[in-house]
């Protein structure tokens, strides 16, 4: 059967190329919310991010959003949550075989360049979002379970991504305690950055946790 023309269609009916299913649109509105979201925390913080900015952010409205999220707190927990997921999985597919590489043994280079990677995770617009929770949930107790259990899920998470990425052997003496040192420095470097730019004593101190972590590391 031939298509459809723009005659014989009926009034108001949208043409088959446009017709966008329900649950695709459900989806696609669920992540503008969830991206307006994390974007407004970094930019406003957690006072100025209310329901109404982020919907008027995203494009969609008020209602549509209580649809999605009930509350206020299941907006940006869930918000954080996301894209602390998409970090990871972006930062895991930049190294789909770890340090190990297709030539084995875990190379200095790729090594640096994992641990580089790592840091990033805690610069730019996520991190200073969940830095804006963090200090949200100290302060309202409706919100700290919430972060407190995120935070817990994610930080679990970003140490198995950097103990696959590097190879680490946590059944060895001081392996685990290093990889979460490297972790925590990476925070306090992500925070330092949040108020002049950091990059030269970052990289400085990228190349120092390579040179700790080659010594642990090392068979």
């Not at 959003?65 to 930049?94: C, I, K, M, N």
């Not at 875990?106 to 200073?128: C, E, I, M, Q």
């Not at 990476?186 to 700790?212: F, K, M, P, Y």
Request: glycine residues 10%; charged residues 25%; negative net charge.
């Amino acid at each position: 059967m031939g298509a459809v023309s723009a005659a014989e269609r009926v009034p108001g009916e949208r043409a088959p190329a446009e017709r966008v299913p329900k649950q695709d649109r459900s989806r696609a509105t669920r992540q503008r919310l969830l991206e307006a979201a994390v974007a407004c925390l970094a930019e406003h913080g957690w006072a100025g991010s209310t329901v109404t900015v982020v919907a008027e952010r995203a494009g969609v409205s008020r209602g549509a959003a209580q649809h999605h999220f009930p509350t206020r707190e299941d907006l940006f927990t869930a918000a954080v949550e996301y894209v602390a997921e998409e970090r990871s999985t972006a930062t895991r597919a930049l190294f789909p075989q770890g340090v190990q590489g297709a030539q084995g043994g875990g190379a200095p280079g790729d090594r640096h360049a994992v641990v580089s990677a790592l840091v990033d995770l805690y610069t730019g617009p996520l991190f200073r979002a969940a830095l804006h929770l963090w200090v949200a949930a100290s302060n309202e107790e409706q919100l700290r379970p919430r972060v407190t259990e995120l935070e817990a899920r994610v930080g679990r998470e970003t140490h198995r991504t950097a103990v696959d990425l590097l190879g680490a052997d946590e059944s060895r003496p001081g392996v685990r305690e290093t990889v979460q040192g490297l972790l925590d420095m990476a925070r306090g470097l992500g925070l330092a950055n949040l108020l002049t730019d950091d990059t030269g004593r970052r990289e400085r101190v990228v190349a120092q946790w390579v040179e700790i972590l080659d010594t642990v590391l090392r068979d």
